[in-house]
């Protein structure tokens, strides 16, 4: 028989070991020597705390009630580990970058640093984590009982309280020797990581006994197991669900497990070594659960406390040694979680209970001055003593009469309230604090009185009657049947609705509401931090992160020059896609980017701001990013309007030019249409005068007569040319087309450009036997003009004139060369201009339309007809197409 | 001795008009018709009126009249200057540059008599 005091003896030996390792372990850290404390294993194995007593015992009671359901309790954290990517890597994140020192200062820091939110959560931890608390003083208890019936002799109550009092002496000595700003607590850690091996290796001692010294090998106990009405395969869906998301969320939430999963990480990196390590420790805690409570069930009398089957199988099978050794394993379960649970919530009672309300009291005009240091660490030495008391409290009400894992459960639920908010928090930009704040009242609420208060059993809290019939007979409110829904787990149906509704109203709240600008600044701090740890590097660099990066580049430098940038940095590092390490080399690119665009100084300030070194809200620099990017943007327009304007501008100058110089040559036409028809008119006028007077000779009648009819044809053919002319320009000529012989036409031409044979005109008619298809009386035209022209104006003596014609292609060329003495090369470009003179040769009747309108017809039967240089004379090139065709090609 | 009268004009007919009615009024007279070589003649003839077309081959009536102004010794010849081209900026061009008198044509005969008698008489 083992005795009490070889039991407390052996505890308080256990302790004092503990005390030491810790001291050791903080004393290596100091003095920098710590580097394996910050090994991934001695990670791993402090989330051992996970595995409190309930786990080291209750386990079996849990597999021994409910057969293989209890798995879900280690399912949950396996997915979350295994998964540590998805939401732990982020926590860590934002842990070391926001030093984060709790649950309730994420969520408070996260929605604004709000005092409301960080007292709210904490007031839940609190309250959730006492009955837990108390749970490990039962076992602590219970367990003592085990080995001897007496202990309770002094009631269980006072084996619970010194247990207590032990805890809260050993975590105030090493829970709050410093006040780290990492709130780190390297002792405690190894303190925590031996307990975790003890109680790992305990457990599986006693299992080895059960398999291989009590069952007689595997195989005996394999057919147990199938005989067992464990193995029996009696969940439900709903049941398994409910339990695995529960203990995912607990793992998360809980107090403890954020301080050992966050708070005490030294290394992202260790992240993805416990990654695999936690679930195989699981593994190993759960491994022989399952024979210890088919075994215990088999062998131990009706009644036995299957809670207790770790203990009291080995001891009636006499293996007292074994018997203690499990003890101790439930002991470190219990104290490991104890310590743990009370640094976190001593940390959150003294910063967000305790400090906030001290600080408003001594700036309300109280005179209290002092070190807030030691008001901090005063205040989480007595929250320390307040939670182990609250704890003591609890089982001293609950009288230890609740199976541990209900009120492992019960805590669960109740931290599983802080879940929304805070993967709300670390991904949805839109989360409000005050969405936050009344989905936890609400969740807690829901909680409270769905869960915490029937727990107590009936009439202690809640009267026998509310828990069966509702709060003043109303049905729909039964704390175990919220809105008629009846026939689930009280648990299952207690988590459905506090998460559900918690999460419904902070939705809605939050989509109501719209974030302080202390909110939106936190809120870019949480949601926009992403896959720093891609790389698994050890440390945040520069807490800055590339899609931050991009997301202010590209309100700054629009999204194209933005990407372009981070895209080929991200190339120049070998790496795909838009998002470059943030390296001190491409962070001076970039700022010298930016700086192109709103300055050095506030590019430096941004790229400050967002590398976390300095404290200018990323808000108002956001805003003064998106100021700058609106003026530039509307500058830029400016530009455009200005450069349209400018165009626009060019095109009236262009018109306006256009038309000046239309409007010159209409005046200038006018005033030559004016000489040509007023020449002709003067000589009729004048000579009709001197035709009046009396006394002129017959012959100077009839001549002046004639000079007056050949003046006035003068005018008639200027009229009928200036008419002819336009009809050409305006294209509204009707074609004649007819096919004819060109000799034919050329004959035409020369009757009746030279009707009395001035000129002695040299033609191969052979060569004129060519077939066209054209307007003749047109092309007669031409060459009347041609031929006119150099009847008057060619000055050989005798005048000839040489017309020869040759095929060329789809066109016939007639050439017309005189023997004068030609035209000058500068009167060369104007004589197909209208009016163009060249010569003082010029005779009565030319108008000196006749070449502008020869270019006009030429145009319109789809050829032309140049000047001719180098040929001694005035040579004129005529060339025709045989075949018109409308198109003119 | 009778007042002699230089007609500056290409136009064939319309010198033989002219030159038919100052003959019958009583004047001398003589013709050119190149613009280029205007000048000389008038320094050889050294008329009593100048009777100046616009319009010539060459040299146009401005140029001769302008040329001439700036010659001392034929410098002071009055000036009829006649032209086809009767816009208002031409008239003012002809006055700018030193034109005693401004005739479109066409024109009646006695008006042309009238203003060469005066021009002959009283320049101003």
Request: glycine fraction near 8%.
């Amino acid at each position: 028989m083992i005795s009490l005091d070889l039991l407390i003896g052996l505890s308080v030996l256990y302790v004092i070991f503990l005390f030491v390792v810790a001291f050791l372990a903080e004393r290596a850290a100091q003095r920098g020597r710590g580097a394996w404390l910050r090994s991934p294993l001695i990670y791993t194995l402090s989330l051992s705390i996970y595995c409190t007593a309930w786990t080291f015992y209750g386990a079996v009671g849990f597999a021994a009630r409910s057969g293989l359901e209890f798995l879900t309790i280690y399912l949950g954290p396996t997915g979350v580990m295994i998964g540590w990517w998805l939401v732990l890597r982020k926590l860590v994140q934002i842990g070391r970058a926001e030093r984060i020192t709790s649950i309730a200062d994420l969520i408070s820091s996260r929605f604004g640093k709000s005092t409301l939110l960080g007292g709210i959560v904490t007031a839940l931890a609190v309250i959730g984590t006492t009955p837990y608390i108390a749970l490990q003083l039962q076992s602590v208890t219970l367990s003592l009982e085990v080995f001897n019936e007496n202990a309770s002799a002094n009631g269980p109550a006072s084996i619970a309280f010194w247990v207590a009092v032990g805890l809260a002496v050993f975590t105030i000595i090493f829970g709050t020797r410093n006040l780290d700003v990492n709130e780190r607590h390297s002792g405690v850690v190894m303190a925590i990581a031996v307990e975790a091996i003890v109680k790992l290796v305990a457990l599986l001692a006693v299992g080895a006994f059960v398999v291989w010294g009590v069952a007689g090998g595997v195989g005996n106990v394999l057919n147990s197991i199938d005989a067992s009405p464990i193995a029996r395969w009696e969940v439900s869906n709903a049941r398994w669900l409910g339990l695995t998301f529960l203990s995912a969320a607990a793992f998360l939430c809980l107090p403890r497990m954020f301080q050992v999963l966050v708070v005490e990480n030294s290394d992202e990196r260790h992240l993805a070594v416990a990654g695999w390590a936690f679930p195989l420790y699981l593994l190993a805690m759960s491994l022989f659960v399952v024979p210890i409570a088919v075994i215990g069930l088999e062998l131990m009398p009706a009644g036995s406390n299957p809670d207790l089957f770790v203990l009291t199988i080995p001891l009636a099978f006499g293996q007292e040694g074994l018997a203690m050794f499990a003890f101790l394993g439930g002991f470190s379960s219990a104290t490991s979680m104890v310590i743990v649970a009370a640094i976190a919530l001593s940390t959150m009672v003294s910063n967000h209970l305790v400090t906030p309300i001290w600080i408003r009291a001594t700036e309300s005009g109280a005179s209290v001055s002092g070190d807030i240091r030691s008001v901090v660490l005063l205040s989480r030495r007595v929250s320390i003593a307040v939670v182990l008391g609250l704890g003591y409290l609890y089982y001293w009400l609950s009288g230890g009469g609740t199976a541990l894992a209900a009120i492992g459960l019960i805590s669960f639920t109740g931290m599983a309230q802080v879940l929304p908010a805070m993967l709300g928090g670390l991904f949805w930009r839109n989360a409000t604090g005050i969405g936050a704040a009344f989905g936890l009242l609400v969740g807690f609420t829901v909680w409270l009185y769905s869960l915490f208060l029937p727990s107590f059993g009936p009439d202690v809290m809640l009267s026998s009657d509310v828990i069966e019939n509702g709060p003043w007979g109303i049905g729909w409110l039964r704390p175990q049947a919220l809105f008629g829904v009846t026939g689930l787990d009280p648990v299952i149906h207690a988590v459905f609705w506090s998460i559900a509704l918690n999460a419904f109203v902070f939705v809605v709240g939050s989509l109501l509401t719209s974030p302080t600008p202390m909110e939106r600044l936190q809120m870019m701090q949480y949601v926009g931090v992403t896959d720093l740890g891609r790389q698994a590097r050890g440390r945040v660099e520069s807490g800055a992160d590339s899609e931050d990066l991009l997301i202010m580049a590209q309100r700054i430098l629009g999204p194209e020059e933005a990407q372009f940038l981070f895209r080929s940095a991200a190339a120049g590092q070998g790496l795909t896609g838009y998002l470059p390490e943030p390296t001190a080399e491409f962070l001076e690119q970039l700022e010298r980017s930016l700086a192109g665009s709103v300055g050095s100084a506030t590019a430096n300030a941004m790229l400050t701001q967002m590398l976390g070194q300095s404290n200018v809200s990323v808000e108002d620099l956001l805003a003064v990013a998106d100021e700058t990017a609106q003026i530039m943007e509307y500058s830029s327009q400016l530009e455009l309007q200005s450069a349209e304007l400018t165009k626009t501008a060019q095109q009236l100058k262009d018109a306006n030019d256009k038309l000046m110089q239309l409007s010159h040559q209409k005046d200038a036409f006018l005033s030559q249409i004016s000489h040509e028809l007023r020449t002709p008119m003067t000589s009729i006028r004048a000579f009709s005068e001197i035709l009046q007077t009396a006394g002129l000779s017959a012959h100077d009648q009839t001549r002046y007569a004639s000079i007056i009819l050949e003046e006035s044809q003068r005018l008639t053919r200027l009229l009928d040319d200036l008419l002819d002319l336009s009809v050409l320009e305006n294209g509204q000529v009707q074609l004649d087309l007819s096919h004819v012989q060109l000799g034919d036409i050329l004959n035409r031409a020369v009757d009746a450009a030279d009707p009395e044979g001035q000129l002695k005109i040299k033609r191969r008619k052979s060569a004129e036997d060519k077939h066209l298809m054209t307007d003749a009386g047109r092309l007669a035209q031409v060459f009347i003009n041609l031929i006119s022209n150099a009847r008057k104006y060619c000055d050989g003596d005798p005048k000839e004139l040489t017309i020869r014609t040759r095929n060329q292609g789809d066109f016939v060329v007639i050439d017309f060369v005189d023997n004068g003495t030609g035209i000058s090369r500068a009167d060369q470009s104007v004589i197909f201009e209208k009016f163009a003179r060249v010569s003082d040769q010029q005779k009565a009747g030319s108008a000196g339309l006749g070449l502008a309108i020869c270019k006009e017809v030429m145009a319109n039967l789809g050829g032309t007809v140049a000047y001719l240089p180098g040929q001694g004379g005035a040579a004129f090139r005529v060339a025709v197409p045989k075949e018109y065709q409308a198109t003119g090609g | 001795m009778a007042r002699h009268v230089l007609l500056v004009e290409d136009e064939a007919n319309i010198v033989e008009a002219i030159r038919f009615i100052l003959l019958r009024d009583g004047w001398s007279v003589s013709t050119h018709s190149n613009g280029a070589t205007a000048l000389d003649t008038i320094r050889s003839v050294k008329p009593d009126v100048i009777v100046l077309d616009v319009m010539l081959p060459n040299k146009s009536g401005f140029d001769i009249l302008q040329d001439l102004r700036a010659d001392p010794a034929i410098g002071n010849t009055p000036v009829l200057m006649l032209t086809a081209r009767g816009q208002k900026k031409d008239r003012d061009t002809a006055m700018a540059f030193g034109a005693n008198h401004f005739m479109t044509k066409p024109f009646s005969n006695s008006d042309v008599i009238d203003v060469i008698t005066r021009l002959c008489d009283d320049p101003t």
